[in-house]
C-alpha cells in the first residue's frame, strides 16, 4: 500500500466490527433482540417517551459490557496513527464505547453518540461523563431543572452529532478508510460515495460490505491482524 503524502488528509471511519473483535457484541445482537424487545423497541425517543426505565435498563445493561472490554490491536493502531500524522487524521466513529480513548486517540468524533456520557432530556445542559447504572427500581435520575436523565446517544429517528464537521472533513480528505463498518447504515454508508473518484477509498473488515463498489482497495480480515500492518506501511 503507498505511503500516505505529507498533504494527505486523512478520514478514518470506524464501525460495530472494531468494537466486536474487543467482545462488545454487535448493536443489533443476534437477531436484532434484547430481552424479546427488538432494539428499535429500546433504542427511539418513542421508546424513552413511553417506557424510560426500560431504555435505562438496556442501556445499563450496555455500560455494564462495554466496561469490561479492552481496546484491540486496531484502536492502538489508529492511535498511533493520530500521534503521528495529529491534525491530519479525522477519526469518526460509528461505536458509542471509549475504547479509542482508552488506546490514546484524543481527537474522536462519535456521530452516534458516547454511551458514557448522558445529558438532559428538557434543558440545553451540555452532555455530561456518566458511568453509573440506572436499573429499576433505582428510578430515572433527575436534572436540577426537572427533565429527565437520558444516555447522550443518537437514538433511531435522531440527526447523528456533528455532522457538519464531519462532512467538513470527508470534503477535505484525500484518503478514506472505512474498518469494520457494514455499509448499511446512513448517513455513515454514503461517506464513500461522497469522496470517490477523488480521494483514495480503502475498506478493512472481515467480510465485503454492502458498499464494498465503492471501494479502490479492500483488505478482507479481522481489523486487529489487519490494521497494524496496514498502517505500518503509511
Not at 440527526?159 to 467538513?168: M, Q, W
Not at 480528505?173 to 454514503?190: D, I
Amino acid at each position: 500500500m503507498p505511503a500516505i503524502a505529507p498533504d494527505d488528509q486523512v478520514f478514518v471511519l470506524t464501525g460495530a466490527g472494531v468494537s466486536a473483535e474487543s467482545g462488545i457484541p454487535t448493536f443489533r445482537g443476534v437477531n436484532g433482540l434484547w430481552r424479546n424487545y427488538r432494539i428499535e423497541e429500546v433504542a427511539s425517543p418513542r421508546a424513552w417517551h413511553r417506557d424510560p426505565r426500560l431504555v435505562w435498563e438496556f442501556y445499563s445493561m450496555r455500560r455494564q459490557v462495554a466496561s469490561a472490554a479492552r481496546p484491540n490491536p486496531a484502536h492502538l493502531a489508529l492511535a498511533k496513527l493520530e500521534k503521528k500524522l495529529q491534525q491530519r487524521l479525522f477519526l469518526c466513529t460509528q461505536n458509542v464505547d471509549n475504547l479509542h480513548e482508552l488506546a490514546g486517540s484524543r481527537q474522536v468524533v462519535h456521530m452516534h453518540g458516547e454511551l458514557f456520557k448522558s445529558r438532559c432530556d428538557a434543558c440545553s445542559r451540555a452532555p455530561f461523563h456518566d458511568t453509573s447504572t440506572y436499573d429499576p427500581p433505582a428510578g430515572i435520575p433527575r436534572c436540577e431543572c426537572g427533565g429527565r436523565i437520558r444516555p447522550h446517544i443518537c437514538w433511531f429517528g435522531e440527526t447523528p452529532f456533528e455532522l457538519d464537521r464531519i462532512f467538513g472533513a470527508l470534503n477535505e480528505c484525500t484518503v478514506f478508510m472505512a474498518v469494520g463498518t457494514s455499509g448499511v447504515v446512513e448517513p455513515a454508508a454514503s461517506f464513500v460515495a461522497h469522496v470517490a473518484g477523488r480521494a483514495r477509498t480503502i475498506y478493512v473488515g472481515p467480510e465485503e460490505p454492502a458498499n464494498a463498489s465503492s471501494f479502490t482497495e479492500c483488505h478482507l480480515g479481522k481489523a486487529g491482524e489487519v490494521l497494524p500492518d496496514l498502517l505500518g506501511a503509511f
